[in-house]
Every structure is written in structure tokens, then in C-alpha cells.
């Protein structure tokens, strides 16, 4: 599995937003592009296969979900979280951004208020703001190479709120909660009546010696819990667009549906529902194979910094395929840095303060790309800084 992961695939021309909107985000068609969240692995075979098969059949007409495609989702929660959901908690949506903005309109009022845990996924932020509801920040704190909660500021700004947005793993910071720490998040929502979405995208990608806990799983009553699934990230997918909300309280849940079928979306697609389907049937040993080899390059990415590059540090990542690089010590402005990585460097990566200003003097890198490739990005780093320095001297 391995020389899967190791083997380099040209996504120039397909239309690839990672590759093929260089110029566009970055000024410059040609940087190495570890920004966004997408892999460049060829998904799981049972994936390809699957899809090859539904292309076969020349019709691709309207879709409906087979309960096939709701059982092995319940089955893969099950068998790899422990948690038990029924059937009619899922309500299936077009991707999880488009899922959260539905949970917000429809289960909140313009005046109301909703927390985010900055730095965190920037669409975070443009939900909130865009819907219309009032924006609400409670900052992570960074203690000794890894983040925190701020348990005190949390409970304070619940008195005012509606809603918190959760990060499950934590993106950008690469945290994989504990249960202490889920336990007291669902202490502070049972006493300010706190609705919490749970975005848990990246919940099958866990490194070893971490797990993950279901933030709903834990709760007796999990009824003001809505968790955002999907097999994008875990199977590199993401472009397929299908994700799930898992709603056990029916009020909430027809209140979710109503909205969806206001806007008239479908997120039936004759492609994403095979993939969805087959991925999780299928992908368990890709995905264990997956996670050993991000292990590794993480482990890389770790090593060569502390020998080459002392003034960049990785912050402890327990999770995800996204690495949280701390650059402060070089001592550049947000624009400077940017300029540096993609200019100087020739490294496409998301400026740190694209997730809160709390980001700033930070980059994310996307380490899910052959190994060897990440390692001429921090070769390409280490000698873009000995040509400033020497520029100096």
C-alpha cells in the first residue's frame, strides 16, 4: 500500500481547485501546493471500482438513497466509534459547509449568537456572518506546543449564545480531543441550554496513540448534539459531495429538513452515493494504511524541522492530515510570510491568519501528498531562508 501512497499522479488539467487555482489563490501557477484539504492519493479501489461500474450504466438520472448506503454508514460508526445512531437521525446533505449553514437558519434567529474556537476552519467564520447571526469567539489557548480549550471564557460566552460551532478533531491545530475535555464542554451546553454542531469530518483520521470520542456518544442526552459526518476527508472524496447530519431530536431534525427542502437541494448524486457506499463498506484497510503513512511523513516533518529549520515548530498534531506549523520566530509580518512561502520558497500553503487573527505568525501545511514531495517543500524552505540569510550577510 505504501507505493500507492508514494506514487506521484499529475492533477493538473482536471479541473483540481488544488492545482488548477495556483494563479488564482496564489499569484503564481507553478508553487508546490500543500494548502487545501484534499489529498493527492488515488482513493480506495472499492471506490474506483464502484464508481466505474454506476459510469458503465449510461443513464444518470435522478438518485435516490438505498438504505444499503444508510446501513453502512451506521454499521462503519458503529464498528469504528463505538456509537450507536438510528436510521432516522441521518439526514444526507451536499457536502458539510452547506450542512452547517442549514443547522444555523434553521435553528436559530438572526439576533442570536454563535461561538466559534478561533484559530479554526475559516468557513467557520463566513457561516456565521452570512446567515446573518452574531459571531461569538472563544480563543483556544497554546500551552506548552498544544492547544486548550478555555473552559472559563467558554461558560461566559454560552450565557449569550444560541449555538457553538465544535471542530472535532480540532482543524487547523491538529488536536484530537480528550474525553475530560468533551465531558466539560457538555457540562457547560446542558447549563446554558447550548446547541453544539459537531463537525467530526475528521474523525477516521487519528494518529496512534490518540483516540476519538464522538462528542454525541458521550452525552446521556444527546439530543442538543448535531454531528457533521462524511467519508470526504477520510477517503479523499471531497469532491463528490455528500456528507451527513446525525440528528436525534426530531424536532430539530424536520426542522433541518424543512430547510433543505426550501431551498430544494439534493444532495442525491448517482456518483456520490456509490462512493459513499463503497467507501464505507470497503475502505477500512486503505484507511489503516492511510494512517501509517501520514504517521510517517508527520514523523518526517518533525524531524527535519528540529534539525534543519529551528525557527518553524510543529505543534503537537494528533489528528488530521493537516500539520500546524508555528513560524513566529522568523520573525515576518502575515504579509511577509505569505509572500515568503509562495515567492521565495515556491510553497503554496494557508496563512494562519486566514483562521483568526489568533492564527497569525502561523501556516497549515497539507502533508497528504507523497512522502518525498513534502520533504523538497522543507528542502525548498530551508534553502529559501539560507539565501536570505546570505542575501543579508
Known sequence: MSDDFDREIDRTGTCSTKYDGRQVTFGHPDVMPLWVADMDFAA???????????????VYGYTLFPDSLYE????????????KVGREWIVLCPGVVPSLSTVILALSEPDESVIV????????????KKTGRKLL????????????????????QAVSARMLLFCSPHNPVGRVWSRSELERLLDIARQHRLIIVSDEIHADLIY?????????????????????????????IPGLNLS??????????????????????SAANPFSVVAFE?????????LEALMTYLADTREMVRQYLAEYLLQISLISSQGTYLLWLDCRRLGMSDDELKHFFIFEAGIGMNPGISFGKEGSGFMRMNIGAPRYRIRQALESIRSALERRRNSIS
Open 117 to 128: 474556537q478561533p484559530p479554526v476552519y475559516y468557513p467557520f467564520f463566513s457561516v456565521i
Open 278 to 286: 463503497a467507501a464505507y463498506r470497503a475502505g477500512g484497510e486503505w
Open 244 to 265: 451527513a447530519l446525525i440528528v436525534p431530536d426530531p424536532a430539530y431534525r424536520a426542522a433541518i429538513r424543512d430547510r433543505l427542502e426550501m431551498m430544494h437541494v
Open 44 to 58: 480506495p479501489a472499492a471506490v474506483t471500482e464502484a464508481l466505474a461500474a454506476r459510469a458503465v450504466h449510461p
Open 137 to 156: 469567539t472563544s480563543a483556544l489557548q497554546l500551552v506548552e506546543g498544544s492547544y486548550r480549550m478555555d473552559f472559563a471564557d467558554l461558560s461566559q
Open 72 to 83: 453502512a454508514l451506521i454499521n462503519w460508526l458503529k464498528l469504528r466509534h463505538g456509537w
Open 208 to 236: 496512534p496513540g490518540n483516540k476519538h470520542h464522538i462528542l454525541a456518544s458521550l452525552a446521556g442526552s444527546p439530543e442538543s448534539i448535531i454531528t457533521a459526518v462524511a467519508p470526504s476527508k477520510t477517503f479523499n
